[in-house]
């Protein structure tokens, strides 16, 4: 299992809601599934154990940015898997 680490993207598997980790609060040297993980999810920011995440695989997920006329948002959305 690939530990969770600052800055990635993860899903929570109860609510489908998806953060960024902000902080790593606790990491256990015995057990990785008993790290303490600081979401940031829709402005509040929660903590977590790994088990109730999923990490979401980079290669699946893209940034993509309006120009700077119309930014005002950053737009992120998986792409859709190639058959």
Do not use: H
């Not at 979401?39 to 893209?62: A, C, I, Y």
Request: aromatic share 4%; with cysteine.
């Amino acid at each position: 299992m690939e530990r969770i680490l600052k800055g990635d993207l993860v899903s929570i598997k109860k609510t489908e809601e998806v953060g960024i980790v902000i902080d790593i609060e606790m990491r256990s040297k015995q057990n990785p599934d008993w790290d303490v993980i600081c979401v940031l999810l829709d402005g509040t920011v929660k903590e977590f154990s790994p088990r109730q995440m999923v990490k979401k695989n980079k290669k699946n997920v893209v940034k993509s940015v309006l120009p700077a006329s119309k930014q005002d948002k950053l737009y992120i959305y998986r792409e859709k898997e190639k058959e």
